[in-house]
């Protein structure tokens, strides 16, 4: 069905997590320590960070916000940011650039809306109406008809509007642009499943997204968790669990809480093809399932081979094979005080190593893991939890987020190269040199 969709490739992947930024609505304080003599400078370096305020930017060298946008959403390799501002009953979006805070194109279109997705290639965004006050990305909104408007954020192409039966949500644009695939919830006025659903933007007609083995997959109960994009975009993952007390915001919309419909707590991976156009839901083991948010991450390895998953409240970490996908390799691993709060996770650029951080205001570590056994190979202490981790443009160090600081280490020995103050610091979405 989609043989002819071309291949789009992209530098890295975009996971959305959101934490608060102080630093978003004023300038941060400085406070830095040099490079030991001899390293190179990290200044080129703009970490992007995802905030419950929407994606913000910053200098990693300075700490000084390049953006904060609480409209902005990023794209999926995360070189762009697209806002949306109402403007007298019309909305302009914009195409900013995380490492300037320059507007590098706009457009117009009719009506009060907000981006929900944008395409990696740049040239379209999908656009709904504003989610109601307090309500995010991955809260089901009961209704039984959905507007979108596929819009050009350069200018270049007229928008296009699709009036839609039923309880939709854009989930990613196809590589080729041809296509959009939603999240299908049902019932549409009490949701209580998923589908996953794609627009045919050249005809406005919506179909069920087949399954890799050319089946019709089964509407499912779930509740999103986590979500990465492959290396090269042409995957995106999510971590879903069907159990419901996973689910905390549905009962404010007059509904019941829930949402899912699951007893079992069982967790799984939907894998979603953006070149081919097939969706799987990949089971994990059972020792995976039933864990919050919080406490479970993912990775991709830059070769986009393996998606590791990690549960840090039983301290397991599996790798799955990304073609396969199935789990050929389930480790325990003493993760120490990286086990406790809201981890992250980030592999090495070589590869050969991931990294888990987590942990509280009385501390926390970043536990270092061979790929290849997923033994423990080393483990750090760090003084506050680790919010984030990324690595640096040119993947020679790792990038922390610790309380009100930003950090570089050594990704060998765990020595901290610079520290720079950015208060109220949350997640790590991206670190990338300006032009790169």
């Not at 910053?58 to 946008?69: F, K, N």
């Not at 656009?127 to 039984?144: E, H, I, K, N």
């Not at 919080?294 to 070769?303: F, M, Q, T």
């Not at 280490?409 to 765990?414: A, N």
Request: aromatic share 6%; hydrophobic share 40%; glycine share 12%.
């Amino acid at each position: 069905m989609h043989a002819n969709r071309s291949i789009l490739t992209s530098l890295s992947a975009v996971l959305g997590a959101a934490m608060l930024l102080a630093a978003c609505t004023g300038g941060s304080t400085l406070r830095t320590a040099s490079r030991p003599s001899g390293q190179s400078s990290v200044a080129p370096d703009v970490v992007f960070l995802g905030t419950s305020q929407g994606p913000a930017s910053a200098d990693l060298a300075t700490g000084d916000v390049v953006v904060a946008d609480p409209a902005a959403v990023p794209g999926p390799d995360g070189s762009r940011l697209y806002s949306a501002a109402s403007a007298g009953g019309s909305t302009i979006v914009r195409v900013l650039d995380p490492a300037t805070g320059d507007v590098l194109a706009s457009s117009t279109v009719s009506g009060d809306l907000s981006v929900r997705v944008a395409s990696e290639s740049g040239s379209s965004v999908a656009l709904m109406p504003p989610r109601p006050t307090g309500v995010d990305a991955w809260t089901p909104v009961p209704r039984t008809r959905t507007t979108i408007v596929v819009a050009d954020p350069n200018g270049v192409a007229a928008p296009r509007r699709y009036h839609l039966r039923g309880n939709y949500e854009p989930e990613a644009f196809s590589l080729d642009d041809a296509y959009l695939f939603l999240i299908h919830y049902l019932p549409a006025a009490h949701p209580q499943a998923y589908r996953v659903s794609e627009l045919y933007l050249a005809t406005g007609r919506t179909w069920r997204v087949p399954g890799r083995d050319k089946t019709t997959p089964p509407r499912m109960p779930g509740v999103r968790l986590r979500q990465v994009y492959a290396p090269d975009v042409r995957q995106l993952y999510t971590l879903y669990t069907n159990e419901p007390s996973g689910f905390t915001g549905y009962g404010a919309y007059g509904g019941s809480s829930d949402w899912g419909n699951g007893t079992s707590g069982v967790t799984f991976v939907h894998v979603l093809n953006l070149q081919d156009g097939w969706a799987y839901c990949a089971d994990l083991p059972r020792g995976l399932w039933d864990e919050p948010a919080g406490s479970e991450a993912l990775a991709v390895s830059p070769d986009g081979h393996t998606l590791y998953i990690v549960d840090a409240a039983r301290g397991l970490v599996a790798a799955m094979n990304t073609r396969t996908l199935r789990v050929p390799q389930m480790v325990h691993v003493d993760l120490g005080a990286a086990a406790d709060g809201r981890i992250s996770a980030q592999v090495s650029a070589d590869g050969r190593t991931l990294f888990v951080g987590g942990g509280g205001n009385g501390g926390g570590a970043i536990a270092a893991i061979d790929v290849t056994t997923l033994a423990l190979r080393d483990r750090w202490a760090m003084p506050l939890g680790v919010s984030g981790l990324g690595l640096s443009g040119d993947g020679a160090d790792l990038v922390v987020a610790l309380g009100d600081r930003l950090l570089t280490i050594d990704p060998g020995t765990g020595r901290t190269l610079t520290t720079v103050a950015l208060a109220g610091l949350g997640s790590i979405l991206r670190v990338g040199t300006p032009g790169v």
